[in-house]
């Protein structure tokens, strides 16, 4: 079982920053991907960003790269989303997920241990 809580979210202005935290805790969660995914009012859920714990590597949706920056502190088991240059676009609940395969796969179906969610809210 794996265990994931996000915090970081709130308001801010359009052009600002927030980081995004994720905290895992249970067994072998090192072991596969670590993401982001977020969902905004009438929209599906989407693939924002990930992390593999096994070579370092970074993924991001064309939508947020250049301005979001995944990564990661093995010894807290921490993953963050470091988001700047933040748009009203960017509103949406974000949710930290564990992958269910050890390479990433943007489909959320293929995610099985998601957090609650944190609402990111961007004001223009």
């Known amino acids: 079982q794996v265990h994931l809580v996000e915090s970081g979210g709130g308001l801010v202005q359009a052009g600002g920053s927030l980081r995004l935290s994720c905290a895992a805790s249970g067994r072998t969660f090192s072991l596969y991907p670590m993401g982001w995914f977020r969902q905004a009012p009438g929209k599906e859920r989407e693939f924002v960003s990930a992390?593999?714990?096994?070579?370092?590597?970074?993924y991001y949706a064309d939508s947020v790269k250049g301005r979001f920056t995944i990564s990661s502190d093995n010894a807290k088991n921490t993953v963050y989303l470091q988001m700047n240059s933040l748009k009203p676009e960017d509103t949406a609940v974000y949710y930290c997920?564990?992958?269910?395969?050890?390479?990433?796969?943007?489909?959320?179906?293929?995610?099985?241990?998601w957090g609650q969610g944190t609402q990111v809210t961007v004001s223009s």
């Open positions: 997920a564990r992958s269910s395969t050890p390479v990433v796969v943007t489909t959320d179906s293929a995610w099985d241990y």
């Open positions: 992390f593999s714990w096994s070579d370092g590597g970074t």
